[in-house]
């Protein structure tokens, strides 16, 4: 089992940055791949990014380009770089990490104002 902790999200304008952290409480090396999902009201939960233990990457195609996942095994840590925010990626970013089923952090929210 393993807790994850997300951090990093609040409000910003649109076309701004913001870098979400997922800080876990043992090691994630065993987990993979990990990675971001989000969700808004009234939807269902999308994967954002993943990366795999071997560093591939995957992302949906609406954050292709502007967003980009990173794991730093050594520091049990997951980050997601955002930038050129749009409204519409106003959401709850969640973590997630796979062993054998799903682990999930309680989520950060990010607004993005226009």
């Known amino acids: 089992q393993v807790q994850l902790v997300e951090s990093g999200g609040g409000l910003v304008q649109a076309g701004g940055s913001l870098r979400l952290s997922c800080a876990a409480s043992r090691s994630i090396f065993t987990f993979n791949p990990m990675g971001w999902y989000r969700q808004v009201p009234g939807k269902q939960r999308e994967l954002v990014a993943q990366?795999?233990?071997?560093?591939?990457?995957n992302y949906a195609d609406s954050v292709k380009g502007r967003f980009t996942i990173s794991r730093d095994d050594a520091k049990n840590t997951v980050y997601l770089q955002m930038n050129s925010l749009k409204p519409e990626d106003t959401a709850v970013y969640y973590c997630?990490?796979?062993?054998?089923?799903?682990?999930w952090g309680q989520g950060t929210q990010v607004t993005v104002s226009s």
């Open positions: 997630a990490a796979f062993l054998n089923t799903y682990y």
């Open positions: 990366v795999t233990r071997s560093g591939s990457t």
